[in-house]
């Protein structure tokens, strides 16, 4: 069973269209965060949920907005798509947020704006 | 300053060998260390994590040590194998509002030669 599951796996799409990133964990984690992956492979932050509220917002463009409808869910929406919003986003969960608490990464989805 | 330094950003080791990859950080709030492994089309995966208060950490063929004075860790990985092959990111934990914050490395492109 897939414990963080994102899906689509892959999402082409043109420059100024709107597109969501879904994301489930059926782990029962409290937290939940975005990550943004260059294509250098640098791995970013880019928020962070905790019962369904926002904890950590890092310096990210208002087109995107994170949405959590519960706490196994943290979708990621995009607004007016630009040329460097291509890369992979991960999706990720841990138990309680706590400092030791292990991350559990989905797949990623591979996002491509042309 | 919230960055880990990685080096080197590519590495080539025979199988067998010993592959070394390096890390440092400039922020003292950091209090948790962990390694995550990410192999091709595949989000990053624990790997092995070091507390500060420890000077080494060794599970099975991986090793961390760490420098708290010189602010520096490193993943030492014995007896190498080409299933190592992948993408390694040392990573540091900050708590922000309570919450983690994790802090990626560069990432090192390891290659192991049979």
């Known amino acids: 069973d897939t414990a963080v599951s994102q899906t689509p796996k892959y999402l082409v799409t043109q420059m100024g269209n709107d597109k969501s990133i879904k994301c489930e964990q059926n782990?029962?984690?409290?937290?939940m965060y975005w990550y943004k992956q260059d294509s250098k492979k640098f791995l970013k932050i880019m928020f962070s949920?905790?019962?369904?509220?926002?904890?950590i917002n890092e310096t990210v463009p208002n087109r995107f907005s994170p949405k959590s409808p519960d706490k196994a869910h943290l979708n990621l929406h995009i607004n007016s798509l630009e040329l460097g919003d291509s890369a992979v986003y991960f999706c990720?969960?841990?138990?309680?947020?706590?400092?030791?608490?292990?991350?559990?990464f989905g797949p990623g989805t591979r996002l491509t704006v042309l | 300053q919230q960055q880990v330094k990685q080096s080197p950003q590519s590495l080539i080791v025979q199988k067998g060998g010993i592959s070394i990859i390096n890390c440092a950080y400039e922020?003292?709030?950091?209090?948790?260390f962990p390694w995550y492994q990410q192999f091709p089309g595949k989000g990053p995966a624990l790997l092995i994590a070091?507390?500060?208060?420890?000077s080494e950490k060794k599970e099975g063929r991986f090793t961390i040590s760490f420098n708290k004075s010189a602010k520096q860790f490193s993943l030492h990985i014995m007896d190498s194998q080409p299933g190592d092959s992948a993408t390694y990111f040392c990573?540091?934990?900050?708590?922000?509002?309570?919450?983690?914050?994790?802090?990626f490395g560069q990432g090192t492109r390891l290659t192991i030669n049979p």
């Open positions: 990573a540091a934990l900050a708590r922000i509002q309570g919450a983690q914050k994790l802090v």
């Open positions: 922020n003292t709030a950091f209090d948790y």
């Open positions: 949920y905790n019962n369904k509220e926002l904890i």
């Open positions: 070091i507390r500060p208060d420890v």
């Open positions: 990720a969960s841990s138990l309680k947020g706590l400092v030791r608490d292990t991350q559990y």
């Open positions: 782990l029962g984690h409290d937290t």
